[in-house]
């Protein structure tokens, strides 16, 4: 069984609409969006809607990344918070019964 700081978790990302409607773009045209995604490929990990196609403009304004541990997924969400409309990154840990860890 894997231990806590080896499996996978998912950072959490939610930015205001002009930022979330460029993300899915492919070839995004403003800064920040091109700053989430230099920064996300620099860290090799792809940020990917949480709710793809979905019309709710709240919804439709969050994304994850799966980072492959705790350290590295706390290290993105500090440099994403530093770029404008970024308004929330966290790291979400892996889903496990109370106890489990």
Not at 65 to 71: A, I, R
Request: overall charge negative; charged content about 25%; hydrophobic content about 45%.
């Amino acid at each position: 069984m894997l231990s806590w700081e080896e499996m996978n978790m998912f950072l959490i990302l939610q930015c205001e609409t002009p930022l979330g409607k460029e993300l899915v773009q492919v070839r995004p045209k403003s800064q920040p969006a091109r700053a989430v995604l230099g920064l996300a490929k620099k860290m090799g990990v792809t940020v990917m809607p949480l709710h793809p196609g979905i019309d709710d403009p709240e919804m439709a304004n969050q994304f994850f990344v799966e980072v492959p541990d705790w350290e590295k997924g706390q290290r993105l969400c500090n440099e994403l918070l530093r770029i404008d409309q970024v308004t929330a990154a966290y790291v979400k840990p892996p889903d496990a019964l109370p106890g489990a860890f």
